[in-house]
């Protein structure tokens, strides 16, 4: 600014100095001549710059840092968790789709604690804004249905305005999975130990009172033997489980004719189902019925159902097994027994581990409380499902269908 004025003041000094030369007496035109010479002689010293062309915008005030929320607000709509943003007065300012999903709209500017009124998340939330410093708390909500989360809440670094992110971590399923894990240990525990206990009493009055008892001996190791053989079932099923486990997210690759392992489980369950007094009857069709599997898996499978269906519905005598191809639902296999059948509240979980009707029929009968549990693992790696259909008084049938 102070350049361009000094070659205005340089200019009219010409200008005066060819007036001044006129006035004393030059001609106009030597005094015009004397005027353009010493304006180019001005800008030949002191040539206009490029940067004096236009007008100088000078801004006196330090450029404002632009409002960081709407691009918070556009990062934290990419995440699949709820998180809200808060103000420095633990006010809501944003909130992303996920956490409207969970929680509704919560009405931007209000306070959290017209949402969340837990002492825990509100002195975590006014912790973090005092000090700067995140905080985190386990957090759990009832309604509308029972979920665990790891709230936390964090400092954002912005220019100026200060923001604070609450963000939730659902946990629920974790939590569940641990509790179905530990449920899982204490009933397995406890389905060794009554055997386990059961033979330590019999070894010790053994050593003692029927030291010298030969008949009591003979009894009593017949019962030992009995409970050998439950603990060693229970281990086998414990192991057939965790195998499956493992290879859960593998599906057979295998065709399979299911005509041929049906007559195998057949065969195989001939002894049990003569001892009971039970018909196996089963209806296949001429054809091959081939379904993509894994054949002992699926022999794990109907002898379990078969077997269950022989012991569990004695009473009816005949256990009918049905196989069926039908345009639009698949291949089915049909067990049907006509035993008392299940009351209507146990259905649902028959396929829970350890979940027995009754426990002492199922032990009488041999039963781990783990053969439904097994045949539902194996279903789900076929891609195919158990259906349960029961009557009382007239019988149940279990139909894999795949
Ligand atoms: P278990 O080893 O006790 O037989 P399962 O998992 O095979 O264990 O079956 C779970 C429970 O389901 C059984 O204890 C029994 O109470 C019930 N159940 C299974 N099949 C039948 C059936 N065909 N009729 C009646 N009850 C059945």
Redesign the pocket.
Known sequence: MKHLLSRWLAIVASALMALAAWYSGAAPGYALVLFVLLVGLVMVVDPPGANERGPTIVNPQPAMPADPLPSIRASIEALDIPVLVMGAGADLLAQNAAAERAFGDLGEGQHVSARWRSPGILDMIRETIETGTPNQIEHSERLPSERVYIVRVAPVETDGRPLFLLSFRDISELRRLDRMRSDFVANASHELRTPLASLRGFIETMQGPAKDDAKAKERFLAIMLDQANRMSRLVDDLLSLSRLELKAHLPPDQMVDLKPVLGHVRDSLAPLAADLGVEIRLDLPEEKIEVMGERDELVEVFE?LIE??C???QDGKVVDVVVRREPGVGTEVRVR?R????PAEHVPR?TERF????VE??RS?K???????IVKHILTRHRARLLVK?ELGVG?E?TVRF
């Open positions: 379990n269950n269906a012991k569990y519905g027994d035993g008392p059948g299940i028959l979940y027995r009707v009754n029929d199922s009968k039963g781990t409380g783990l053969g439904l549990a029961s149940s279990f």
